[in-house]
DNA sequence: TGCACTATTATACATTGCAAGGTACTGTGG
DNA sequence: CCACAGTACCTTGCAATGTATAATAGTGCA
């Protein structure tokens, strides 16, 4: 999958999972692999800096199957962060459908 | 606009946009712009490459409204580039949809 | 003990959009 | 005639961010 394509785009994914309940690194890197793969080495340093920024608070809680889990918890600004986002995406990509549909339908042969 | 949202969709819209006719830079900045801003710094570069790569050649042709345009006239390969991105934006644009319905479907109060 | 899986962190790198600056042509109004 | 707006192109350096790669470390099982 093209590279460029996730930048930005995966701030906005990490948010949204957010929403639905607390999640940690590796159980975000998993999930958002199921629609498009990512690397580890991507999530990490972005949950460091949106948790910098304040969109997240963290804690740790103990695993049986490995390392305890650091989870990732939205605070106020985050889901307004979150919100924001959607709300770009979804112009987004309704402009850039709107360019391809266009392209297509009046491409010549 | 998010910056990074367009980060590799900008080489799909130019792609896009030239299938149905040659363009020039001037005028895709002005019709991308319609749907989210670009700046011509980033167009010109842009178009470079991409002809740079094999995806178009170009022709000047004499304006009377100013300096003379560079037209950029996809060639074989520009116009399989572009069927192979229009194919791969569908499909990750169509999975963080997915993860944005899911996220605001199961959203905690 | 060694291995697979889970889990986090750090560093160096490549790509690409943008701001800021520049050149130059045309037509219009003072 | 000259200033200006609009058209049209180009270049440079910067900032943001995903990735590769590597290191570290805990758990449970063969």
Redesign the interface.
């Known amino acids: 999958?093209?590279?460029?394509?996730k930048?930005?785009?995966l701030?906005?994914?990490v948010l949204?999972?957010t929403?639905?309940?607390d999640r940690y690194g590796y159980e975000l890197v998993h999930t958002?692999s199921e629609?498009?793969l990512i690397a580890e080495g991507t999530i990490y340093p972005l949950l460091r800096r949106l948790t910098k920024e304040g969109y997240f608070t963290t804690y740790l809680v103990e695993s049986n199957e490995g390392p305890p889990r650091k989870y990732y918890q939205l605070t106020d600004i985050g889901q307004e962060y979150a919100d924001e986002?959607?709300q770009?995406?979804k112009?987004?990509?309704l402009?850039?459908?709107?360019?391809?549909e266009?392209?297509?339908l009046?491409?010549?042969k």
């Open positions: 999958m093209n590279v460029q394509f930048k930005g785009v701030t906005l994914c949204v999972l929403l639905q309940k958002i629609k498009f986002l959607i770009e995406w112009e987004f990509s402009g850039v459908n709107q360019l391809i266009e392209g297509i009046n491409e010549q």
